[in-house]
């Protein structure tokens, strides 16, 4: 069964949480706030409409699984560095110089992702980054 408790913060504000038990007896909490709770058209803030209904949401899921949030059943993905790389480029791109960007885009495109791009991130390790080395100091020939 899960609670409401309401705690003043050192600034005087009023913070909700929801705390409960998980199956092995092991106490939990969450603050009720945008991260963990959608505000619904009649709401203004994460008040106590927003609090009962992540409440039972997580009741919902301890009864159901034995906790909350509730474990993903999805195998994980798989991702290559060449995919991890492009990523990377595109959330950076606005805080790049257009010059830098372009320099990193080339080194990728020439160097990284001819040679390891295929590669899953976990499986990359020391060996990889010396063969990288050695390739980009002999001009691409190893």
């Keep these: 069964m899960a609670s409401l408790v309401e705690r003043k913060t050192g600034r005087g504000e009023r913070r909700l949480y929801v705390t409960w038990r998980d199956r092995a007896g092991k106490q939990h909490w969450t603050l009720v706030n945008a991260k963990t709770v959608e505000l619904q058209a009649d709401e203004a803030s994460f008040g106590r409409k927003a609090a009962g209904r992540l409440k039972r949401r997580i009741e919902e899921s301890v009864d159901r699984c034995g906790s909350w949030p509730e474990p993903t059943k999805q195998a994980p993905s ?48 020391p060996a990889d980054a010396k063969l990288l080395r050695d390739s980009m100091r002999s001009g691409g020939q190893v």
Excluded at 89 to 104: E, F, G, I, M
Excluded at 106 to 123: A, E, F, M
């Design 78 to 125: 798989i991702v290559t560095l060449a995919n991890a790389a492009d990523a990377w480029l595109a959330r950076h791109k606005a805080n790049l110089r257009p010059r830098v960007h372009t320099c990193y885009e080339l080194s990728l495109r020439l160097h990284v992702k001819p040679l390891l791009g295929s590669k899953i991130l976990p499986d990359i390790g």
